[in-house]
């Protein structure tokens, strides 16, 4: 099906310093493939697409464009040859339109005036033709991510781009948005585009990808046909060991109440209700899930309870103090850890290094300063153990948060919330851009957490992973919880019905009536359910 290349890179090497972050590295795409670029976090996955898309230059190693050795100095010069990369976070004016974000740069003119008209025509033509569907005349802050990740396609489109680089494009987007997005790549290719997608989610390889080049710590492992490969087989490429999918954990052991929520009722930016008197408690020595389609007032409820949100009325205790409404500060003293669901915003200052957003939520305190004075020796010894311990991949603790890679952005908040070891750990979206072996190592790291007595509050939009780990799982819709079930007796189906609104009673009667019908097509005979 696809015999030339169109692009070829060969051997390259890219250090930064005295770090290799990739070394001698060999890919090749043909035309109209989908060729998945598979690594941990920090891997090198990125720095080898931006000295493809031009952002970085190689230390060493060629690159051919349909046949031609190519220097690809700056990203104009990849526009040029027909190469555009949608970036992981995007790269959008918040305060400009759809129309003026895609056409920035490449204004179509008339009589040396812009001529937004025709610009919006190629818009329109773009985006059918693709079924990227957008509004023109849109802001760009008033979009969703899903929107603005459109906008970010068209925009490399309407450059000319017969090559596109996708930076894990699936890592801010629902179930739903991932579906579409999906399908639209497998449109372009079949209208001759080529696509690279850069990912650590083998569910989206074995989905699209004709072929899979996997790199692990810099270097080429190999390429393979993802016809004939196994998801299992991926994994254990990718992270140079056994991984095991399925989540191992006891029965809990349950203590006292941590988290008390009665009666709250939250607003979202809009004004309008996005949390409807909602009441649920949290344990010691248990992980309690909350599931649920997105905007269904989840971010909202743990914004709330962690002090980032307004409540407009009901109550949160915390270890038996009133924290309705307390400063964060105050909430994090109380006994709270928490891993926000937006890592950038809320997790971390991007300009400070590694070692100072570790030591952000205890910096006030001995041993990290001391009558006003940072004791900047131990804030460093302190980094170190824990870039040890949670893995973190960096040229040191001096490093900028800015300048790590999303899951590594990742890991550094993950192990500043668990190392102050809280009475309650609100995990939102934990593993969001993480790999099999690192979502492993926190899966494992959460249960360790709950398996010492502590409370854990995981919020995730991964129904396998609110499956695999919590205890227990509070289903919300239209900002109410309207069933709490134990994992152990729940199935994806079940879930799924309740997270669309579907009472309890219906939604165990019509899942065990599908699971049913599906083991009568499977071996002919119905089986009794138990």
């Keep these: 099906m696809h015999t030339e290349n169109v692009i070829e890179m060969h051997d390259i090497t890219k250090i930064f310093g005295t770090y290799k972050a990739n070394d001698n590295i060999n890919l090749n795409l043909k035309k109209g493939e989908i060729h998945a670029l598979l690594g941990e976090n920090g891997a090198g996955k990125s720095t080898l697409m931006n000295i493809l898309s031009g952002l970085l230059s190689p230390t060493s190693g060629e690159i051919l464009v349909n046949g031609q050795v190519e220097s690809i100095s700056s990203p104009e010069v990849a526009n040029k040859l027909g190469i555009g990369m949608v970036h992981q976070h995007f790269m959008l004016i918040d305060n400009f339109t759809v129309a003026e974000n895609i056409t920035l740069g490449k204004e179509t003119t008339k009589f040396g005036y812009i001529d937004s008209a025709a610009a ?238 570790m030591a952000m939520q205890s910096y006030y305190h001995k041993p990290f300063s001391n009558r006003g004075l940072l004791n900047h020796k131990f804030i460093q010894e302190h980094a170190r153990t824990l870039i040890e311990e949670f893995d973190v991949r960096t040229t040191s603790e001096f490093a900028l948060a800015g300048d790590l890679s999303g899951g590594n952005q990742q890991k550094v908040i993950i192990a500043r919330e668990l190392d102050r070891n809280p009475d309650l750990l609100i995990a939102a979206q934990p593993t969001r851009g993480l790999d099999v072996g690192a979502i492993e ?75 049913e019908h599906d083991m009568t097509i499977e071996g002919g005979e119905p089986v009794e359910s138990i």
Excluded: W
């Design 441 to 515: 190592f926190v899966h494992d790291r959460l249960i360790q957490h709950r398996d010492a007595g502590k409370a854990v509050l995981l919020m995730s939009f991964e129904l396998d992973e609110i499956m695999g780990v919590s205890d227990r799982i509070a289903v919300m819709h239209e900002g109410q919880i309207i069933a709490i079930v134990n994992a152990n007796e729940t199935n994806e189906s079940e879930l799924g019905l309740l997270m669309a609104g579907v009472p309890l009673e219906e939604a165990r009667l019509q899942s065990q009536v599908r699971s």
């Design 120 to 357: 919006n025509e190629q818009i329109k033509e773009l985006s059918e033709k693709y079924h990227l569907a957008v509004n023109p005349d849109a802001y760009v802050q008033d979009i969703s991510v899903g929107q603005q990740q459109r906008v970010e396609i068209i925009k490399a489109l309407y450059r000319g781009a017969d090559i596109l680089i996708f930076d894990e494009p699936t890592a801010v987007l629902t179930p739903q948005e991932i579906d579409e997005l999906m399908q639209i790549m497998k449109a372009m290719t079949l209208e001759g585009k080529s696509i690279i997608l850069i990912t650590h989610k083998l569910d989206e390889i074995t989905t699209v990808a004709d072929r899979c080049t996997v790199i692990r710590r810099g270097q080429t492992i190999g390429t393979v046909n993802v016809a004939d490969v196994s998801k299992q087989e991926l994994a254990d490429m990718m992270v140079g060991r056994h991984v095991n999918f399925q989540v191992n954990k006891q029965a809990p052991q349950l203590k006292e109440v941590v988290l008390e929520v009665e009666d709250l009722v939250v607003k979202e930016s809009r004004g309008l209700d996005a949390v409807k008197k909602v009441n649920f408690n949290v344990r010691g020595g248990e992980i309690l899930g909350i599931a649920g389609i997105d905007g269904n007032g989840q971010s909202e409820l743990i914004q709330a309870i962690s002090g980032l949100r307004k409540i407009e009325s009901g109550r949160v205790q915390l270890s038996g103090k009133d924290v309705t409404n307390k400063k964060p500060r105050k909430i994090t003293e109380a006994g709270l850890g928490h891993i926000p669901e937006d890592r950038q915003k809320h997790g971390l200052f991007l300009p400070l290094s590694i070692a100072e957003n």
